[in-house]
C-alpha cells in the first residue's frame, strides 16, 4: 500500500516541473498598444518576446477583448514601394534561447474592429498563445495614437520610449 502511494509520489514529482516549464520560459517586454490615426478602427501592439527556454516555440495567435479580429501582421514592401500589412502566415518563430521584437514597420499584433479606442495611459488585455508555452495573457499599456500617415510609416525612435514610461505611471 505505501509502495503504492511512494510511486504516485515520485510521478507527480517528476511530473511537476513540466506543468509550467514552457510558460515560465517566454517573456515579455517592452510591450505598448497604438491606436490607429482618425476614425480608422483599429490598432496595433509591439513588444520584444523573448524564448529563454531550450525548446524552439512559436507565436501562432492572439485574442483580445478590444478587437472584433486580432492578427500577426508584418509589413513588407509591395511592387511600388510602399510598405503594406499582411497576416504573417504560419505564426512567428521564436527559437529557444533567442528573442524577437515586433516593432512599428514590422511585425505586429494587429487589432482590427475596435469598438472604442482606448485612452492613452490605459491598459489592453491581450492574450499571445504560443504553440507550446500554450496561452499568456499580458496587460498593454496604450500609448498616444499613431500620427499622419498611419502606421505603416515609422516615424523614428522619437517615439521608443513611452511604452515604459506609461508603464511606469500606470503602477502609480
Ligand atoms: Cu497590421
Redesign the pocket.
Known sequence: MSFRLNIAAVLAVALTPFAGLSEETISVTDAFFRAAPGPSPTG?AFMTLTNGGTTDDRLIGAESDLAAKVEL?THEAGADGVMK?RPIEGGIPLPAGESHELARGAD?V?FMGIGEKPAEGEMVTLTLIFERAGEITIEVPVGEAAMGHGMAHNHGADHGDHGEAHMKDHSN
Open positions: 496595433a501582421h500589412m505586429h494587429m
